[in-house]
T-cell receptor
């Protein structure tokens, strides 16, 4: 039981490049989330999903897209990366009464 | 829009000291969770408090939910270096609330 895993762990992008962050969970959870964490800003919700095939916007969705084609996977896409998207990205899935977080992806956009 | 404040933002103490951190809001919550995040890792749930006035203990950590369910505190007795980390509170607004809102956290450093 691996819990929540994220790939990659680190990535450096140039402005304008695109990439996809992958989140996978093996706990059969319906709800999954993408957060970003910046110094002094705490965790802010980007997008979330309440089930396979569904997605919804969170607090800071601009510049990101998501897809939940399979229940166990939640993908976060950056179509045209900007320096403001430099951050640590956390994926989470929600079980009864609690959230489980992945180890994070550190993204730098130059 | 709910305002969620955690204080202090930073706290540095000597091993063995006691400390309290706070989570305050202008809104009433159905429940509230405390997480600890260690450097380079994701947050890990410590406790969920549900009832106004509730007190929960987890070894040296004592969590309290305010009577009005608008605030919470975390007290650590005899802090250890292993308590170092970012402490985040995350209230829930009610049933069917899918979104978890986090405070900005209290960064605790326990010095040997």
């Amino acid at each position: 039981n691996a819990g929540v895993t994220q790939t990659p762990k680190f990535r450096v992008l140039k402005t304008g490049q695109s990439m996809t962050l992958l989140c996978a969970q093996d706990m059969n959870h319906e709800y999954m989330y993408w957060y970003r964490q910046d110094p002094g800003m705490g965790l802010r919700l980007i997008h979330y999903s309440v089930g396979e095939g569904t997605t919804a916007k969170g607090e800071v969705p601009d510049g990101y897209n998501v897809s939940r084609l399979k229940k166990q996977n939640f993908l976060l896409g950056l179509e045209s990366a900007a320096p403001s998207q430099t951050s640590v990205y956390f994926c989470a899935s929600s079980g009864p009464g609690r959230e489980y977080f992945g180890p994070g992806t550190r993204l730098t956009v130059t | 829009t709910q305002l969620l404040e955690q204080s202090p933002q930073f706290l540095s103490i000597q091993e063995g000291e006691n400390l309290t951190v706070y989570c305050n809001s202008s809104s009433v919550f159905s429940s509230l969770q405390w997480y600890r995040q260690e450097p380079g890792e994701g947050p890990v749930l410590l406790v969920t408090v549900v009832t106004g006035g509730e007190v929960k203990k987890l070894k040296r950590l004592t969590f309290q939910f305010g009577d009005a369910r608008k605030d919470s505190s975390l007290h650590i007795t005899a802090a250890q270096t292993g308590d170092t980390g970012l402490y985040l509170c995350a209230p829930r607004s009610g049933a069917g609330s899918y979104q978890l809102t986090f405070g900005k956290g209290t960064k605790l450093s326990v010095i040997p």
